[in-house]
């Protein structure tokens, strides 16, 4: 069984060549694209990601926490 941690990492927890890392994952990279106007929602996608939003708020009530608070 897998526990999961939603804790915060206080900055000596930090790994120290964090902040002098490259970043190369795309969502840390900035594109020079010009980026596409989206498509609007349809109105199923809107009541979906309600739903899906209602749900999730449900989930993570359920969720006991593991923060840690304070430094």
Known sequence: MHSNSNAVLTPELIHPNFFRMTKKHPHTTHSKRNPKQ????????????????????????????TAVLGA
């Open 38 to 65: 989206p498509k609007p929602l349809s109105s199923f996608e809107t009541d979906l990601r309600q739903r899906w939003v209602l749900n999730q708020s449900a989930v993570m009530a359920q969720i006991p926490s």
